[in-house]
């Protein structure tokens, strides 16, 4: 049984940053791309970045240059560093691995909340 463990999540000012995790048991991630989703109130979750096994990393257009996604296979967790945080990003946050389908690979851990308010 695979879960996922999001964490780091919290309150901040619009320009703040968080720095969020994700822990993964029952799989070794390095065989999986890993990404990033979130969902804000009343919207569909919606994905936000992906790093490839090789490191290899891309974002949603309304993140790129802000968020940096990172992994470290040896402690089986992804990482979302987000800085330059704007009220937009207010949203649940969650960690899966890259599907083919449109199914996620995994069921969803629960997340963690970010909320960007002055």
């Known amino acids: 049984q695979v879960q996922l463990v999001e964490s780091g999540g919290g309150s901040v000012q619009p320009g703040g940053s968080l720095r969020l995790s994700c822990v993964v048991s029952?799989?070794?991630?390095?065989?999986?791309?890993m990404e990033w989703y979130r969902q804000a109130p009343g919207k569909e979750r919606e994905w936000v970045a992906r790093?490839?096994?090789?490191?290899?990393?891309n974002y949603a257009s309304s993140v790129r240059g802000r968020f940096t996604i990172s992994r470290e296979n040896t402690k089986n967790t992804v990482y979302l560093q987000m800085n330059l945080l704007k009220p937009e990003d207010t949203a649940v946050y969650y960690c899966n691995a890259y599907s083919s389908t449109s199914r996620p690979l995994f069921d969803w851990g629960q997340g963690t909340q970010v909320t960007v308010s002055s």
């Open positions: 029952g799989t070794r991630i390095s065989i999986y791309s």
């Open positions: 790093v490839v096994s090789g490191g290899y990393t």
